[in-house]
């Protein structure tokens, strides 16, 4: 059984991958609790959770939770009457339930694409073999209220094997030296890992870091890092797909 928030079609908003279409399985759970999350619901285990029906057509209904494995990838794969270039497993954090998204995987129709925190690699581990890109980000103490140094770097070092880009999300708070530590940590497991990074969507108290501090940035991780961009949060400005 998996618990569950949402499953539905969309527009990648954000990283490497944005303006493809998806499918997007999001769980419920979270390990963290950073100051700038956009999905605060998706960290509590709901009673309920919402299906579309058509794809992009925003036709939920609502199903019991959790569900059972089977449930969701019949769910999932009835979405793929249009062609969609990854199913997004997305939360909260989808690796806090690890062992039930490994049975997961092998029944979903499309490449699986992995959103996640980056802190949890033992049980990234548990899924990797099903898991085709993985967007994983590097927390930075100033915004997520710890540092998770040494379980990036696990969780990198793991990652490499598949095909990985790394998202940092940057606010005015952000200090240069966690930063320019979290372009290191990059570069000294593989430097054409691709990085993005990305001005945080003020909430919550975090305030938007400026223009000029962005291209500063940019330019001192091209000094370690091969491929670097800037790309913020488009679907906000679409209006949240």
């Known amino acids: 059984m998996l618990n569950l928030v949402e499953i539905f079609s969309s527009i990648q908003g954000e ?9 997007f399985v999001r769980f419920a759970g979270c ?3 950073c100051t700038y999350c956009d999905t605060p ?17 925003r036709d939920f209904i609502r199903i019991a939770n959790p569900v059972a494995i089977d449930s969701v990838a019949q769910m999932v794969n009835s979405l793929l009457t249009i062609r969609h270039h990854s199913i997004s497993l997305t939360g909260g954090e ?6 039930m998204l490994a049975e997961l995987a092998p029944k979903l129709n499309a490449p699986l694409y992995l959103e996640t925190n980056g802190t949890l690699f033992e049980q990234l581990a548990v899924v990797l073999p099903y898991i085709d890109i993985i967007s994983m980000d590097i927390k930075l103490p100033g915004t997520s209220g710890k ?9 990198l070092r793991l990652a490499a094997v598949k095909e ?9 708070q952000s200090s240069k030296e966690e930063i320019h530590q979290a372009f290191n940590l990059v570069a000294g497991i593989d430097d054409t890992i691709p990085v993005i990074l990305q001005p945080v969507t003020p909430v919550n108290g975090c305030e938007a870091v400026s223009p000029d501090n962005m291209l500063a ?6 000094a370690l890092l091969k491929n ?7 679907h906000k400005s679409m209006g949240q797909l």
Not at 94 to 99: G, H, N, R, S, W
């Open 94 to 99: 989808p690796l806090c339930q690890a062992k």
């Open 228 to 234: 670097v961009r800037v790309i913020p949060q488009t």
């Open 31 to 33: 390990n963290l609790t």
């Open 41 to 57: 619901d998706s960290r509590q285990f709901s009673g309920q959770a919402l299906v579309e029906r058509t794809p992009g057509e």
């Open 217 to 222: 940035y940019q330019a001192q991780a091209l």
């Open 15 to 23: 990283g490497l991958y944005v303006g493809t279409r998806q499918i």
């Open 164 to 172: 990985v880009f790394v998202k940092i999300v940057i606010a005015a």
């Open 147 to 155: 540092h998770y140094w040494q379980e990036h770097h696990e969780f």
